[in-house]
Structures are given as structure tokens and as C-alpha cells.
């Protein structure tokens, strides 16, 4: 048994831990179920559920939050566009951010699924920054996609 102060006061039944937290009019919390005798605290537990509330604002603050840019690629793209493309990657990653690559295919370009995976795996090849893949290569309705992420 703990009293709101943080002072050990020894062991003794529930009923008289509820009895000296009724009288101070605070809560009694069970801290630590598992030990042998379990370990209760007194405090006022609205005030504690406050400051904890506060503190995960705080802390989810601080988190840096990474984007994930998207890059889409036609099924037909030419050369040069790719090199536009793989330099927009390129500069994502260096800027610390995960980027999703697609490759869409419409209409009848859908019955060649097998160079659409291909043209993607290639695109991927032409890739100079580090990265490493987050999430394979992945079959959606409309096409292809992958998700990579800089090397740390």
C-alpha cells in the first residue's frame, strides 16, 4: 500500500485501504496486480488520468509524422518521363519520405498484367538512392503498386 505522497505504508486488507482512501476522499488503484501481495496506490485518480491524457498530447507532438508520397506511372510511359519520375523518387527519399510507386493500366492494357509487373520491377531497378521495400509488389484493381522507404 502506497499513499498519495509516494510513502510505503505496509501491508494490509482491501477494506482498510478503502477505508484511509474514503478518508483522505481519494481513490484506491491497483498499480501492480501480479505481485505477491498486490501493490495498490492512493490517489486521486481523475487528477491522474488527466496529467496522462496530457502527457500522450504531448508526446504525440513531438512524433515526427512521415508522409508517403505517391508517384504514378502509365503503362506505356516512355523513356524520359521515367527519368523525370525516378528523379521525383529519388528526391522524396533523400527528403526522408516513403513513396508509392504505381503503375495503372487501362482498358485493354490490362490483359498484359505480366509487362506492367515487369515495367514496375524495372523502374525500381533504375532507382540510385537507397531504399528499402516496405511493401512488395502488390496487385490492385487499377494496376500495380509498391511502397518504398530511405535506408536509415
Avoid at 32 to 44: E, G, L, N, S
Avoid at 51 to 60: I, T, W, Y
Wanted: positive net charge; contains cysteine; charged residues 30%.
Amino acid at each position: 500500500m502506497i499513499d498519495d505522497a509516494g510513502n510505503q505504508l505496509g501491508v494490509m486488507t482491501p477494506q482498510e485501504a478503502l477505508k484511509i482512501a474514503q478518508q483522505q476522499e481519494l481513490d484506491l488503484v491497483e498499480i501492480a496486480p501480479t505481485a505477491k501481495p498486490p501493490v495498490c496506490k492512493i490517489m486521486d485518480y481523475g487528477k491522474y488520468q488527466y496529467q496522462q491524457s496530457k502527457l500522450d498530447r504531448v508526446n504525440k507532438s513531438k512524433q515526427k509524422k512521415i508522409d508517403t508520397k505517391g508517384i504514378r506511372i502509365g503503362f506505356r510511359t516512355e523513356t524520359h518521363d521515367l527519368e523525370v519520375k525516378k528523379a521525383m523518387v529519388e528526391k522524396f527519399l533523400q527528403k526522408g519520405q516513403k513513396v508509392k510507386i504505381e503503375i495503372f493500366l487501362r482498358g485493354r492494357e490490362k490483359a498484359h498484367q505480366d509487362l506492367a509487373r515487369t515495367n514496375l520491377e524495372n523502374f525500381i531497378k533504375i532507382i540510385t538512392v537507397p531504399f528499402i521495400t516496405e511493401q512488395e509488389i502488390k496487385k490492385y484493381p487499377g494496376g500495380f503498386n509498391t511502397v518504398i522507404a530511405p535506408k536509415v
